[in-house]
């Protein structure tokens, strides 16, 4: 059973930081790509960052530069570090993983406040 458990937003102000966590669990995680979505109420989830396998990294034109995804294989985690915070980073944070397209965690909100 997959299960992809966030971890790590919260309130904070514009210009801030974060780091946003993933554990999974029931995959093999070190040959799956692994990406950060977001989501706000009333908007189609969209993707912020993945990292392949081998740590090929790609982010959404709206956070490069500021966000930074990482991997840690032995723990089965990704990261989201995420400075220089806007109000338009404000959403819940999901991980995923792209063999299981369809199994999501509870996700981690993000609120930035201006």
């Known amino acids: 059973q997959v299960q992809l458990v966030e971890s790590g937003g919260g309130l904070m102000q514009a210009g801030g930081s974060l780091r946003l966590s993933c554990v999974a669990s029931g995959i093999i995680f070190s040959k799956n790509i692994m990406s950060w979505y977001r989501q706000v109420p009333g908007k189609q989830r969209e993707l912020v960052a993945s990292i392949a396998s081998g740590g090929v990294t790609n982010y959404a034109d709206s956070v490069k530069g500021r966000f930074t995804i990482s991997r840690d294989n032995p723990k089965n985690t990704v990261h989201l570090q995420m400075n220089n915070l806007k109000p338009d980073d404000t959403a819940i944070y999901y991980c995923?993983?792209?063999?299981?397209?369809?199994?999501w965690g509870q996700g981690t909100q993000v609120t930035v406040s201006s």
């Open positions: 995923n993983a792209r063999s299981y397209p369809r199994s």
